[in-house]
């Protein structure tokens, strides 16, 4: 039988055992009369509502015997779909595929996964066996872990299956037909009252997701939904908000989609919706305006948008009237697409309105969905707080309806709206400049005229003259639009200007006093950068050598400790010294010529006490393994010193220059590793980087915009060069300590003096990251200044504090959104101010968990933090002395970068307990800045160079 063990190519179809080569003559006789149309006992032809594309996998254990791999396992594929056809009667093999011990994959219900992008209802999950693929691995895995050959290719099947048939691996989704919410791969009891797959294969599934999502890569983001636009954003009650949801199809296959599969009496497609009905709303006659169509019809290819907000379900559900359900997973409406088809690539707007009753903020969210299957090929994020799939979200503020007339003010949203303020300004006080000038130009023509006449009739010795005025200088007041503006804005911006111009003139005198000093030393600064880089990639060569010499003689001390650590136990109450030298002396150059000298003493002492001592030491030392592979060391110079460093899949982001003036945005293309154009920060300096946790290609800068207003940027960074989207400012003369970007989130922490008083109090800001970029009230106060703040759920709820409080303590504490709220819990009190986190969310039985690592410069601390219960569990503490640790998936590992020279990189085997040294290599003859990994990837910088080295893991 050929096998999957070997892994494929990602993304290729793995070798499949067909049904006619592991079935008898039986199975094949009643295969021929399904093909004939004819169904018997043993054949089940599937209705047309009994095909969907699928959303889901399920992964099983057949609870058979684990026998040798020797044996017929065909024979058993085969007794196995007696049981499920004959036995149960379901008509067919229950599972869609089968995978033995060695690594063999059968293909199980009869043209159950098809070529055209559908699957066939399989019987493997009671209730949910609508669009979801069924695979069981062979055997029983409740005490023992399948082979490594069938894990392999477990993998190598899900990695084809995944994109292939629309599958993104590793997040969540809306599965509609159980209007619930499920990772996309599953175990059996996940979703059934079973204990299959069996403890020890269920355990394995967080990491067979990892698995997946590496393979396939980049899961795509909001596929199916472009973009979405309100009427208007502020609106008053018994308004109707009104939205455009522009929607493509992203079928790979060419199949076209629409909404004429069902009609209403009352056309959805537009329709307004009160704020507190439902699509599932009755009319006069109590008959469901919009309810899905029944299950055995073609409902999988009706088309709709979704919306709603977070708390609409524990608001408005279940009202008899208004919506009779339970739950619309918060979101309660829906329109069609429309009744024609909508071919591949094509976008189609489609509008829906919702008549807001109530005062509030609400952040609208939209998705696209197929009646009882779910979300065509979206990405969602799971949380009762956000609803089924939290993309796109619109936020819509309903206010109070005014009682007298209002002279409406101005809301300045986006920096556009500050500089055009701005620049009108310049404009008029330049048109008063200018107006006065003439002015005083004609006043002079007048008077010099005059003179010039005076002159004249001296010199003819005329008596009289006749005074001819030329020009007349009449005051005229001059109407100035904008003067009222320019007077508003004088007081405020007098500071902004008086810093930009200092900074200004000063750039211009020190560029104009160093520009042909830097002309003279340019060719002279790139020999030198050249050399310097050719010296630091032989540095790297040569320092792999004396890396492993140093990692082995280290071994060899430690296991000289050991011996004598176990010699001092055996020994018990007597103590034996024994000295060992041993002297080689190998001559350097190459000769015939070898000299060795061997020094042995052996002394023995014993002395008998009555007191019994017995010492163990346990040192974790390195092995002389090379982590990195120098000849794969890439570097790139950029336009200056790297204060900030992140990365996503596709590009390194890195902010360079000074701190006090034109900083630059730098990326750089991880494919070909080179340098794009570079794009300037709007401030005058960039302090804080970070990618959005949620959407990859999101990028915000936080800085200085003058000496006491702080700017947050925000970047789309899936255009070259990156475009702005965002711009807000608040007035700080603290630029923050720490920056988090998560969703629909920014935080930032801020330590700043009490107003008349000498106490400081730190806060923690939360901004709305949405079209407007806004603060959320209230500020947080925390325990005391932050030194680091990291994201704790690769999504947009949950965040991890720490720095030092009031007592000289270190303070780690966790916070977590619920019902658009963030909560804190109880700080946690460590001994050391914390400088470094690195997470790793988890699903530990159903419980979702975080295992993550602490770094205070002197040793590692891992911990486990219960996100339902925000408690802190202490795992292990390591000592490892590091300036920088990052963390490593597929498999978990930890890396440090050493505090002192030889600079070097250590990678740590994490454990679900314990922190192991795997290897380590000396990357730097100088201390690296910053440090990052991506892939196979390991990237690190010394002042305005970049390095890239390949990982051997």
Sequence with gaps: MPSAALSSPNGSKPPIVARTTWGNSTLLAWDQRAANGETTDATWLPEPAEIARPSLITIHHTATPNDALTSDWAARVRSIWSYHTISNGWGDIGYHYLIDPNGVIYAGRLNGVRDNGTVIDGAHAYGYNRANIGISMMGTFTEVAPTAAAQNALNSLIAWIAPTYHITPNTTAYYAYKNVILNTIVGHRDIGNTTCPGGVLYSLLPGIRVTAANNNGTPPVDRWIDSVTAKATTIYPDDTAEFTIKVRNNYTDGTAISGAAFSFATPDTGYTFNQDECWAKRNDSGVTLFDKPAITTNANQRVRVMAGYSSWDSTYANVATKCPTTSTVNHPWRWSIGSSPLALGETRSVIGRVRFTTIGTYTVYFGVVKDWVGYPDSPCIAGNSSGACAIKPITIRVIARPTATLTPTPTATLNDAIRNRIVAATETMDSIY??????????????????????????????????????????????IPLMQSVIALKG????????????????????????????????????????????RKQFLLSATPFTKQTQTAFVATQRSDNTTATAEIVNHSATRTLTASHTKTVSPTRTATRTTTNTRTRTATRTITNTRT???????????????????????????????????????????????????LESVAMASFTRQTPLAIDGLSANLMQINHTDANQLVVVGRFTWNTIFVQRFDTSVTPARETGFWTMASQVIPSALVVSGRY????????????PVTQTALVTIANDAWIHELAPRIVLPGPVSVMHNSDSGEFGLLI????????????????????????????????????????????????????????????????????????????????NVQITLLTNPTQLIAVTNRPPWQVLIYDVLTRGINVRGTSVIAPDQPTHLTALGQWLIWNNNSTLYRAQLDR
């Design 434 to 479: 200018a107006t006065s000038t003439v002015q005083s130009l004609a006043a002079s023509q007048t008077i010099v005229a005059d003179r010039l006449t005076t002159t004249a009739i001296r010199t003819q010795g005329l008596a009289t003259r006749t005074k001819t005025t030329t020009a007349t200088n009449t005051a005229t007041a001059t109407p």
């Design 746 to 757: 920014i935080y930032l922490t801020i330590t700043q003096t009490i107003p008349n008083s």
């Design 492 to 535: 405020a911006t007098q500071t902004v200007i008086a810093a930009l111009t200092a900074t200004t003139v000063a750039n211009r005198i020190a560029i104009a006093t160093q520009q042909q000093a830097q002309r003279n030393a340019a060719l002279q600064t790139a020999i030198a950068k050249n050399t310097a880089t050719a010296a």
């Design 614 to 664: 017995s010492t163990r030491t346990q040192t974790v030392s390195p092995t002389a393994v090379a982590v990195i592979v120098p000849t794969t060391v890439a570097t790139i110079t950029l336009g200056g010193d790297v204060t900030q460093l992140v990365s996503n899949q596709q590009y390194l982001f890195a902010i360079t220059g000074n701190d006090i003036a034109n900083p630059m």
């Design 802 to 881: 720490a720095g030092m409080a009031a007592n000289n303590k270190g303070y780690l504490m966790a916070g977590r959104i619920q019902n658009g709220r963030l909560l804190v819990g109880t700080p946690l009190a460590v001994p050391l101010r914390i400088n470094q986190i690195v997470t790793q969310p988890r699903v530990i039985g159903l419980t979702p968990q975080n295992m993550f690592f602490t770094s205070n410069g002197t040793s590692v601390v891992q911990y486990q933090l219960d996100i339902a219960t925000q408690r802190f569990t202490l795992l292990s503490t390591q000592a490892v002395a």
